[in-house]
């Protein structure tokens, strides 16, 4: 079958490019391999269509990580998926498709179900999944820390990873929303995250991307105020499009970067930001939705009104943050970390979806072969929403 991702020879050529020069579509080849074998609780999934997320910019640049170190982890937390372990890895974290076939123990799922998948890997005997899936310690991002994920012909989930499809929704949509919508729904609505109240301010970094485009959509079901923040003209008509109540172009207007050229923290820039905030209105920030890491962290702390909270799942920037720590404890403020969502939060996100109460935003939808250039575009920051790939 083909499939996209790596082999150890390609990985090679990509590590031996400067970190700096490296760009996505220079770590990434077709592949032709064998469609994977089951295991009793799998799944063989043909997917219609796929979407990029950044984990795949992530593994093509080997970056922080390269994806055998992710999937060999994966394996010593799940010695069962040994099989994972190959000499090539085969990217892709969301699909929408059907089933081809189940291993003998799967129960509720049959050939030809239209399904979509849920990127969460967890052994389901780990008695923490009644609570919190995403605390199991043998908990993995499908097609990012495994192997088989979605942009391929044919891929292999296990079958605790399947939602069923939503009949009012198209096949590109329903490949397009799973991982980032959900990841949104956690970090914003789920008692796991920051649990936002109606009446609340949120100010959303990134707010055009595959997590912001939701963030805004789930704060206005909320009824939650918004602020947006972008670096384009389009990015910011696209936020308004979609609800926010305040929008900030940081490419025009005295907000960030917020770290000086030696990568230090540039407090008089933080304090620039919170007037300008203020100027617009947003004198009190309950809630910052952070994944952009040590570029904003400090001053998403600072931005926040006493007693707000920072809710993080991403560090794109860089994660080894400063923040100064005076601003956390004086004003009693908390830094919830977060990770996609179990599979209750990831249903909920669905059911939000299914109605129309969130309607995915569609940069484009491409055949699988653009899958390099589109990558790189996104590691650019040249695009929005979700990018969608047909098979
Ligand atoms: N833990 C999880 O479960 C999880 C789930 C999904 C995603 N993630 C991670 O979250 C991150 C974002 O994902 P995404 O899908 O939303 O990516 P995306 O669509 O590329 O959007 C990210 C946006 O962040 C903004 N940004 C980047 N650098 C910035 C900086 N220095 N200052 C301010 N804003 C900056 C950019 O928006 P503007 O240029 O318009 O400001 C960019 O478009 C990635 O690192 C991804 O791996 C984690």
Request: with cysteine; hydrophobic share 40%.
């Amino acid at each position: 079958m083909w499939a996209y991702g790596v082999d150890k020879e390609k990985l090679k050529e990509i590590q031996s490019v400067r970190l700096e020069d490296r760009i996505p579509s220079l770590g990434i080849k077709k592949l032709d391999v064998p469609i994977p074998t089951l295991k009793p609780d799998e799944v063989l999934i043909k997917p219609k269509y796929s979407a990029l997320n950044f984990n795949s910019l992530w593994s093509s640049v080997g970056y922080p990580v390269t994806p055998f170190q992710l999937i060999s982890g994966h394996v010593s937390r799940n010695p069962a998926d040994k099989d994972h372990l190959l000499d090539y890895a085969i990217f892709g974290s969301d699909c929408s498709g059907t089933i081809v076939n189940v291993g003998t123990n799967v129960q509720n799922w049959s050939i030809n179900d239209e399904v979509v998948v849920h990127c969460n890997v967890i052994n389901s005997l780990d008695p923490i999944i009644e609570n919190d899936s995403m605390k199991s310690a043998t908990q993995s991002i499908w097609g990012y820390e495994t192997n088989f994920g979605a942009f391929a012909e044919y891929c292999k989930v296990k079958a605790g990873q399947l939602l069923p499809k939503p009949v009012s929704v198209d096949w590109p949509h329903a490949a397009s929303y799973c991982l980032t919508h959900s990841t949104a729904y956690r970090m914003l609505i789920s008692d796991n995250g920051a649990n936002l109240k109606a009446g609340e301010t949120c100010l959303i970094w990134g707010a055009a991307g595959g997590l912001g485009t939701f963030a805004i959509q789930l704060c206005k079901l909320a009824g939650v105020r918004c602020v947006a923040v972008v670096s384009s003209e389009e990015k910011a008509k696209i936020c308004k499009e979609l609800g926010a109540d305040i929008v900030i172009d940081r490419s025009k207007s005295a907000f960030g970067p917020f770290r000086d050229n030696t990568g230090k923290q540039d407090k008089l820039a933080w304090a620039k930001g919170k007037k300008l905030l203020a100027s617009l209105g947003v004198k009190n920030i309950d809630v910052v939705f952070e994944h952009v890491g040590a570029a904003t962290l400090g001053a998403s702390i600072y931005f926040l009104k006493k007693g707000g909270r920072v809710v993080i799942c991403a560090a794109s920037s860089g994660y080894d943050a400063e923040v100064d720590l005076r601003y956390l404890w004086m004003e009693v403020k908390t830094v919830i970390g977060s990770h996609f969502a179990n599979y209750s939060e990831a249903q909920n996100a669905s059911n939000l979806v299914a109605p129309g109460q969130v309607v995915p935003k569609i940069y484009g939808i491409y055949e699988i072969s653009k899958l390099g250039q589109l990558m790189d575009e996104m590691f650019l920051g040249k695009t929005f929403g979700k990018i969608v790939f047909r098979h």
